[in-house]
Structures are given as structure tokens and as C-alpha cells.
């Protein structure tokens, strides 16, 4: 009989530390905000893609984000070949600019920027609290790392890459150090690490803002195929209204 009830309790106890859902919404809030800039943003981003049986690719690009009105410009710069060619985003739409044939394209939230396994998500602002309802996994360990494991479905009509996305956040410092996104169906699509963050004091905002100077990003479905991210040079200065125009990327293409 003993055995019985605690065979019960096993199975009907939750984890032994549990968010409501009133503190899950207030981590993702902090988890926007600590990386949102009131005013501009700007960095140059190494990028480097591996792939099984192929020689590794090495791009450059600068990003350009004005937070407070949604505004995004991706614009590649090295190598050669790639220069030039941009991503845009503006009211919620994303568009691809390749300087070959001189035209825009509208591309979806799953777009590989630049043929890489990164997307918009990973150079823009962070919208968690906007875009996804969340649900506490469990406290669990990463490596030597306490952290909060959830579990994150996208908003009715919110744009996103997949609609479901799993996070493990650091208990201590609130850093994100992995993330995890599902299609519909539960496939695991992306695995995503941030093993290294920084920050930098923000005069328009009068404090620091956090940043992720480095992203792992392992492709799930194309096994041995991996895109490193590292941000470089952040700078929070104003930046030229005219950047975030479609005119701004294609006279910096000619």
C-alpha cells in the first residue's frame, strides 16, 4: 500500500519549483527589455557557416536596428561576392535585397540569412513576451548552470519561425543559454546556444543593455551543418533615419 501512494506521488507531483504564470510573463518581459536599446543599435557580425563535406564560409555583415519603431537592416559586406546584399525589415515585413538583379523580395520569418542557418530572430530585437504564451518545464541543470526551463507557443496570429520554442535561462543572471525550435508537429528544426553575453551602458536609455556576443546555431534537420554568430563593434549611437530605406541599401550596392 505504501509503495502504491508513493508510486502515486511520483506521477501526480509537479516540479518541486514551479513559475505562475504572472512571474513566467514577467521573466520574458525582463528577458525583451534587459536587450532592448530606446535608441539605435549597430554591430558588425562574424559569421561563419560549417557544413558536412564543404569548405566553411565565412561572411560579414553590419546590423542596423531602431527598436522603437520595429526598423531592421541586415547588409552583408563580405566576402565579395555577397556584398551588398541586404534584408529590411519594415512593418513586420522582411525583405531580401540582392544587388545581382537589382530587385526586392518578400521573405518569410524561416528565411536563411544569407544561406546560413541563422534567421531574422537572431539579429533582431527580442519579442518574447509579444509573440509566445509560456509554460514552466521545470528548474533544471545545464552543464555547471541552474536554470528556468520553459516552454514557449506562439500567440494566435503572431509572424513567427516555428511556433514552438523552448528556453533554458540562467536562474542567476537571466541569460538565455539555450533555445530550442519546433514546428507543429513537435520536429526539432533549431538548437541554439549562447554560451558567451555582454553588455554596454546605453546613454538614451541610462542603463546597460545585454546583447549575445556569441550564438551557436545548430541545424537539426541537415545534421553537420552549423552557423556561428559573433557580434562585434556594438555601438548605440544614432544612427541616419535614411538606413532603414530600401534607397539606403541600394545606393551602398552600386
Known amino acids: 500500500m505504501r509503495y ?19 512571474e513566467m510573463t514577467k521573466l520574458l518581459v525582463q528577458l525583451d527589455n534587459r536587450q532592448k536599446n530606446s535608441g539605435d543599435y549597430k554591430s558588425l557580425a562574424f559569421i561563419e557557416q560549417k557544413e558536412k563535406g564543404k569548405t566553411d564560409l565565412v561572411y560579414e555583415a553590419v546590423i542596423y536596428r531602431r527598436d522603437e519603431q520595429d526598423k531592421l537592416m541586415i547588409m552583408f559586406t563580405r566576402p565579395k561576392a555577397e556584398a551588398g546584399k541586404g ?13 545581382t538583379v537589382g530587385k526586392w523580395e ?4 524561416r528565411e536563411r540569412i544569407g544561406g546560413t542557418n541563422s534567421q531574422r530572430s537572431d539579429f533582431d530585437e527580442s519579442r518574447l513576451a509579444l509573440e509566445f504564451n509560456p509554460k514552466y518545464v521545470g528548474e533544471e541543470k545545464l552543464g555547471k548552470f541552474k ?21 533554458w535561462v540562467d536562474v542567476k543572471t537571466s541569460n538565455i543559454l539555450k533555445q530550442q ?19 554596454l551602458y ?41 538606413i532603414f530605406t530600401k534607397a539606403w541599401l541600394e545606393s ?3
Open 4 to 22: 502504491l501512494v508513493l508510486v502515486s506521488l511520483l506521477f501526480t507531483a509537479g516540479p518541486a519549483f514551479a513559475m505562475s504564470d504572472a
Open 147 to 167: 536554470v528556468h526551463h520553459l516552454k514557449l507557443e506562439a500567440k494566435k496570429d503572431a509572424d513567427v519561425a516555428y511556433p514552438v520554442m523552448e528556453l
Open 106 to 109: 518578400r521573405r518569410t520569418e
Open 252 to 254: 551602398k550596392s552600386r
Open 202 to 242: 546605453s546613454q538614451s536609455k541610462g542603463e546597460d543593455i545585454y546583447f549575445p556576443k556569441e550564438i551557436r546555431i545548430f541545424d537539426e534537420i541537415e545534421k553537420g551543418k552549423s552557423t556561428l554568430v559573433v557580434m562585434r563593434k556594438v555601438d548605440l549611437r544614432a544612427l541616419d533615419a535614411n
Open 87 to 99: 534584408y529590411l525589415r519594415i512593418d513586420k515585413n522582411l525583405f531580401m535585397y540582392d544587388p
Open 181 to 199: 525550435e519546433r514546428a507543429l508537429s513537435g520536429r526539432l528544426m533549431r538548437t541554439s546556444y549562447y554560451p558567451k553575453w555582454n553588455k
